[in-house]
C-alpha cells in the first residue's frame, strides 16, 4: 500500500464491483448514491449514516444469499500466499483437523512473534478461542475475532464499554462510530468481516464455504462471532 492509499474509495471500489456483477447496474448505482465524493478523510458521522441506510436499501433489495455474497466479497483478505503450507498439507492427507491444528499454530506465532503479546494477554485470547482459526467442532467452526491487533493493548485496558467495542471493531470505515452509544447498522454489514474467515477456508479447501454472523460489536454484542460451516462431502 502506498502513502496516499485511501482505504474508503477502496472498499467503496469492492462495494461497487460486488453489486455490479451480483445486483446489477440499476441497483448498484440506488445503493452507491451519496457516496461519490468518500474518502478517508470524510466525517466519521456522514459515513456511517450513507452506510446505515445504503445497507438497509440492500436488504430490501436482495435475497439473504446474494446479500451475504455482496458482503463477503468486499472483506479485507488474509494473504493467500501465507496458507499454502496448509492448503498443500490438506490437499495431501484431506484432514480438516489438522489443517485446523497448522491455522491455530499460525495464530499464535503471530501472538507471540508479531504482536509480542505478554503471557497473561496471549493467554486472555487463546483460551476463548478467539482468532484465525476459531474452535473446530466436526465440519462447524466457531471464530470470534480479537481485537483489532493495532488497538489491542488499548482494548484490554480499556473499561468504558464504548471505547473497548471501538477498540475491537476491525472496520477503519466506522470503527470511530462506536465510541458514540446507539451506532447501529443491519448485520448485512458484517458480512464483510465473515468473508475474512470465507476466504481463508475456501483457500485452503479449494471449495466454497458459507459463513453465518452470529454476534457483532456493531449490534449491541461484545465481541464478533462467525460461523463457519464447512462442506461435509470431504
Not at 482459526?133 to 491487533?149: F, L
Amino acid at each position: 500500500m502506498t502513502e496516499d492509499f485511501d482505504f474508503e474509495k477502496y472498499w467503496l471500489n469492492k462495494f461497487s464491483k460486488c453489486l455490479d456483477e451480483i445486483a446489477g447496474e440499476d441497483i448498484r448505482k440506488e445503493i452507491l448514491a451519496g457516496s461519490e465524493n468518500f474518502t478517508d478523510q470524510t466525517r466519521t458521522n456522514e459515513k456511517f449514516k450513507w452506510s446505515r441506510e445504503a445497507i438497509e436499501k440492500l436488504d430490501s433489495l436482495m435475497d439473504d444469499e446474494k446479500r451475504i455474497d455482496i458482503m463477503t466479497g468486499c472483506a479485507c483478505q488474509y494473504p493467500k500466499e501465507d496458507l499454502q503450507e496448509i492448503k498443500e498439507k490438506y490437499e495431501e492427507t484431506r484432514d480438516l483437523d489438522l489443517a485446523h491444528q497448522m491455522l491455530q499454530e499460525k495464530f499464535e506465532n503471530f501472538l507471540k512473534n508479531n504482536l509480542k503479546l505478554n503471557e497473561e494477554y496471549f493467554n486472555f485470547i487463546v483460551n476463548r478461542g478467539w482468532g484465525l482459526a476459531g474452535v473446530k467442532k466436526e465440519n462447524k467452526i466457531m471464530a470470534i475475532k480479537i481485537p483489532k491487533s493495532g488497538y489491542l493493548i488499548e482494548y484490554m485496558k480499556e473499561s468504558d464499554p464504548d471505547k473497548k467495542k471501538a477498540h475491537y471493531c476491525h472496520c477503519p470505515r466506522i470503527r470511530d462510530a462506536l465510541k458514540t452509544s446507539g451506532a447501529k447498522i443491519s448485520p448485512t454489514y458484517c458480512y464483510c468481516g465473515a468473508g475474512f474467515y470465507k476466504g481463508i477456508w475456501e483457500e485452503i479447501l479449494q471449495k466454497p464455504v458459507r459463513v453465518e454472523v452470529l454476534e457483532t460489536v456493531l449490534n449491541g454484542g461484545d465481541v464478533c462471532k462467525v460461523a463457519i460451516l464447512l462442506p461435509t462431502n470431504q
